[in-house]
Each structure stands twice: as C-alpha cells, then as structure tokens.
C-alpha cells in the first residue's frame, strides 16, 4: 500500500473514534502523496485526534506536512467563548442564509466560538452540537465569560415575554423573550426586574415572566408529573425543523426545552437522544412506562436496511398518551380505542427510555455539570 493509502485508512479510523457524529464534533482531514512528503489539510476540534493523526503520521512518513487546523481557529486569539444575545439565535449548517437550519441558541447560552468566517461564527453549543450562526453572538475570552457566569440572573419562564425600555406596562419593548433565556440582574424596580443583556443593551422584565436562576434552581423537582406540567404549557406551539425556542419547535427541541427548564441538558436530535437514559420497553408494551419517559419512532432495522432510524421522540403522559411536537404541540394516544389514535407513529414505534432518575448517565446532565455553564 502507498502512504496515501496507509493514510486514509488510518484517518477513517480515527474519524470513527473521535468524531463519529458529524453533528457534534469536527474531523474533515484527508491526506495527499507529493513528491515524497505526506501532506495533511482539514480540520478538526479534537487535540486528541489531531495528537493522535501526527503520531501515526510520522510513523508512516519520515516526512510531514502538517497543514491540519485545529479549532478553535488561532485567528480567534483568546476570544474562543461567547454568550447568545438574542431570544433565540439561528444555528445553520453551513456559513449561508439559505442553509438548513439545524438548532438554535437561547439567551444568555454560553457557547464555544471555533472560528469565524466574514459575518458567521461557527460555534458549539452545550449540547455539543456544531453549526453557524450570523450575529447574536457576544465573543469572549474564557475570563469574561467566568466573568459573565458568575452574575446573578434571571430566567424567563413565560412561553412569551418581553424585556421594555421602561419599568412601565406601556413601554416600548427592548426584545421580544422566550423560555429558557437568562438575563443579569442589574436590580429591582416594583413589579420589574431591571436587566442587562450580553451585548450591554438595559431593559425591564416582570417578575410574572421570570425567576432569579437561584431560586429557579432550589425549586426544581424533576419528577414525572412535573414534566408533564411543562410540557403541557407549549400546547398548539407550531413545528419548526431546528427548533428550540417557545416561537416553534421540531420534536427533540421540544423535549429537550421541557428538560432544560428543570434543569438538566440532553443531546439534540432524537438519533442522539434514544442512546440515553434507561429502556423500560422496546416492544409496544406500555405498561411499566411512566409519565416523563420519552417515546422514540423510526424504522427498525431490517436485512435490506441494516441501520436503525430514529426520526421522531415525544413525551409519555400515562395512559397510553404522549405528548409530542407535530405540526404543532398536541397530544395523541397509542391506544386504537382512543380519539386521539395516532396510528401512524404507532406502527413506527421503537422504544421507551427514562430519564427521570437517570440523570449523571450518559447524555443526561445538569446545567451544574455542564462544562460551558460552571467553567
């Protein structure tokens, strides 16, 4: 075999070990053969992968060409964090407008910056997950963002709300609001919360509409029921492909917007989501399933189709019921008897999972763990 073969094969297999899922991590490498001298280009934001690529490199070649750039991109310097400052900033797939939108970013979420191309940031989100986003990010370096972490805050638990210029019913709103953002507390006035945005604009939030983080964190009880309870507050709330926001929600931004605001963080997408917590059923028997535990749908996998698709998740509400984002938030029945029969997901069913009581396993963490929010 010639070093560029040797190569290939050994980047393929680094590719699986550490980058397996494009979605949440970046390993675009190949190898090229000139003259003698093994050229490496690409990118990626794994050091143990780009370690462990020169090792194996050097051992094939006695001559290398590291042309491999690791994100964080050094043009960034140390301004590799940042901070969402909209209600909800749009992650794209690629560096363009007319790219599939992919997930989006709450206010106040600390993201990773990897690099940034004319007006788009790259950027990772907590839950790992990589896309671009143009504007509504505020760049900083990790000191700002301890900096920023550290101040005290409120988080808006509205479905809808808005921060106003004034601490007046009738002012002018700053920005509109969504649940799940946070906002620094600056102080109080009467029925208000006076609050301060990453990007340094003022306004005024209503003590109805949001909660000191505090607070919000020694109330939460993660139980099933109250699962359930939130889930049921985004009813008739439209389907949007890539949404995580109270303005429109694909069916894992859902599920994964009722878990955040009891505090704890999940994978993305559904495909991501089935690997955690713990299986209570795989065979349509709903009998040991309980309120809170997510249902997953797809396509089993089969001779001629060796992978399993996992395309839909919802939320079981006991009784044979879900609750599940579909065209718009609502609840169907897996029980053929009942008006609400929903027989279409019935015959892609796939498996239960629970993640009350699971959190700290894999996939499943609190904010409190969550390397971007306590660094």
Known sequence: MSQNSDMDFVI????????????????????????????????????????????????????????????????????????????????????????????????????????????????????????????????????????????????????FAHSLEKPERDSLPVSDLVTGNMLMIKGANGEFYHVEYPDGREGYVSKSDAVETTEWLKGIKLTGESIVNTAYRFMGIPYLWGGTSSRGLDCSGFTKTVYFMHGVILARDASQQVHSGKLTDDQGDFSNALPGDLLFFGSKATDDNPEEKVVHVGIYIGNNRFIHASDYIHVSSLDPADPLYDGYNRNRYLRTKRIVGMVGTSGIETIFENEFYKQ
Request: zero cysteines; aromatic letters at 8%; charged letters at 25%.
């Open 12 to 159: 393929k297999l680094l590719k699986e070990k550490y980058a397996p899922d494009s979605r949440v991590g970046v390993f675009n490498v190949e190898a090229v053969e000139q003259g003698g001298q093994l050229i490496l280009k690409g990118e990626t934001n794994s050091r143990l992968a780009y370690d462990d690529l020169i090792l194996q490199a050097k051992a094939i070649s006695g001559i290398v060409r590291d042309s491999i750039r690791l994100l964080p991109d050094r043009e960034l310097g140390d301004t590799v964090w940042g901070v969402i400052y909209n209600s909800a900033g749009t992650l794209r797939a690629e560096p363009r407008y007319g790219s599939e939108l992919v997930s989006q970013g709450l206010l106040g979420m600390p993201v990773m910056i990897l690099e940034k191309r004319g007006g788009w940031w790259r950027i990772q989100t907590p839950d790992k997950y990589i896309g671009w986003m143009n504007g509504s990010v505020k760049a900083m370096t990790k000191p700002e963002l301890q900096q920023y972490l550290q101040k005290p805050k409120i988080i808006v638990t509205s479905v």
